[in-house]
């Protein structure tokens, strides 16, 4: 009898041991993966969280002198106009992407101020459920990451991966070494890479990048699709976002960019040359040179779009002369992936091939990048930096809405920024101003279309921005000393 009760004692500790066993397995396993993950390769950057919609733009105006404003007072008002390429033809984007061994570099908690008074307070947030809380930190632990902010709802995810990537110049007068004088200096960190590429894709990244939807993150996009995009990035042009400087650099020690918006305040500027004269122009969206040359240059070094963009620019401005991205030797098309359709255009383009699947399915890649577009022209924002200037510049209080999977930074915003991040001194043009009632959507419409504001994006912040940046001397934005009302 006694026997029995041992047997029937030992059984039930048993089981219960298993059964803690099982759930602490499920706890720790939010994700299956198909292969066990190798180790940590990379580092990540993380700190507590403390446009234009490619630009803002002129109709006419009177005077071409730039001046230095101040930024602009909060407005509740809204203006309607055909939609942008993000929102055209009835789609919004889903806004709700081998190398040496980084090392780990854990930022400490920089104190930093939103871009204006719109960001969200979130000190009273909370996950969800004790359940997510606890994979969210069990994931952290396993990629040796500290939690941002413990009271932080999961999407915003305020830690980065982190790369040792040296700057291209010893520019002394760069942005690098003025924005340390500066109170943006708590938003900025270094090691946030601009780009992605062959090397940084793995299961326990896809894991970690899952958790974002849209432009901050993979999720969405199956790790096989991924493996296939990014192997094809594998040269150091696809890392580096200036990758021909060492045949520029003969002309200065410090790189110059141009970075140009759509905006109609460009109309009859005369600012072509000067753009020109930059040693890197960036471009985006529907970007029409023809015809223009005189106001907006004639050079692209860097186009920026996603593919929704893009086909939206193609179908709302062909009529004013837009045929696609600018094709010459020296351009790049960075993509910035809002879906997975991103990646099976970019793998098309790579390798010449038909786009596999989705809404391109079967279309050649080369009507929109010529015949002759290497995969080392090819480049592809990181979703960590995307989600790194959400979070940090341009954290907008629709984020603590419903739409804050479909919020993300502007496709002009986001040029902009690599180009602060990149450039030793950055030039913008065509961008949104405290003036922009004063001009056209665009420089290209031959009628007034007044700026649209939609909720995928939040264009005054965006706008407040430019203005701190250009005060501060980071940037030198393109103004109206004197203003006529062109309606």
């Not at 291209?168 to 270094?190: M, P, Y």
């Not at 993150?217 to 990014?230: C, R």
């Not at 101003?433 to 994006?457: L, Q, R």
Request: aromatic share 10%; hydrophobic share 30%; charged share 20%.
């Amino acid at each position: 009898m006694a026997l029995r009760r041992r047997l029937a004692l030992g059984a039930l500790t048993g089981g219960s041991l298993l059964l803690v066993y099982i759930l602490c397995v499920n706890l720790e396993s939010p994700l299956s993966w198909s292969a066990a993950p190798p180790k940590p390769s990379h580092g990540f950057t993380q700190a507590r969280s403390s446009s234009s919609r490619d630009s803002a733009e002129p109709l006419d105006r009177q005077s071409n002198r730039d001046q230095w404003s101040h930024p602009p007072p909060t407005s509740t008002s809204t203006s309607t106009s055909t939609l942008p390429p993000e929102l055209s033809s009835g789609t919004v984007l889903p806004e709700s992407l081998q190398t040496p061994s980084p090392e780990t570099q854990t930022a400490p908690a920089a104190e930093h101020t939103p871009a204006d008074n719109n960001a969200p307070d979130n000190s009273k947030s909370r996950f969800k459920s004790g359940v997510e809380e606890t994979r969210f930190r069990i994931m952290n632990q396993r990629l040796g990451l500290q939690d941002a902010e413990p009271t932080e709802p999961p999407f915003i995810g305020d830690n980065y991966m982190s790369e040792d990537i040296p700057p291209q110049t010893n520019c002394s007068d760069g942005i690098r070494s003025r924005v340390n004088q500066t109170a943006l200096i708590g938003r900025f960190l270094e090691g946030v890479p601009v780009l992605q590429w062959a090397g940084h894709v793995t299961p326990e990244q896809h894991q970690r990048l899952s958790r974002y939807p849209g432009a901050h993150g993979w999720g969405g996009v199956d790790y096989k699709t991924l493996v296939e995009t990014l192997s094809v990035l594998n040269s150091s042009a696809n890392r580096w976002l200036l990758d021909d400087w060492t045949e520029r650099r003969r002309t200065s020690e410090c790189i110059r960019c141009a970075v140009v918006g759509n905006g109609g305040i460009l109309k009859d500027s005369g600012k072509g040359k000067e753009i020109d004269s930059h040693h890197y122009v960036f471009r985006t969206n529907g970007a029409i040179i023809k015809g223009f040359e005189q106001d907006v240059g004639s050079r692209t070094t860097h186009y920026t779009f996603s593919t929704n963009t893009l086909m939206n620019s193609m179908r709302s401005y062909a009529g004013a002369g837009y045929k696609g991205p600018p094709l010459s030797e020296e351009t790049r098309y960075v993509f910035l992936p809002d879906h997975d359709r991103d990646y099976l255009l970019m793998k098309a383009a790579a390798t010449h091939t038909p786009v596999q699947r989705g809404p391109e399915r079967g279309k050649d890649p080369s009507k929109y990048f010529g015949q002759d577009v290497s995969a080392e022209k090819l480049k592809m924002y990181h979703p960590d930096f995307i989600r790194y200037l959400r979070n940090r510049f341009l954290r907008s209080k629709a984020l603590k809405t419903k739409y804050k999977d479909i919020y993300r930074p502007s496709t002009g915003a986001v040029m902009l920024l690599a180009a602060l991040h990149t450039c030793d001194q950055v030039s913008a043009y065509g961008f949104m101003t405290p003036d922009y009632k004063n001009y056209s959507d665009h420089y290209y419409e031959k009628s007034y279309h007044p700026v649209g504001f939609y909720i995928n994006h939040d264009l005054r912040m965006e706008m407040s921005l430019w203005q701190q940046l250009h005060q501060a001397g980071l940037i030198r934005l393109y103004m109206h000393e004197e203003v006529g009302n062109h309606k």
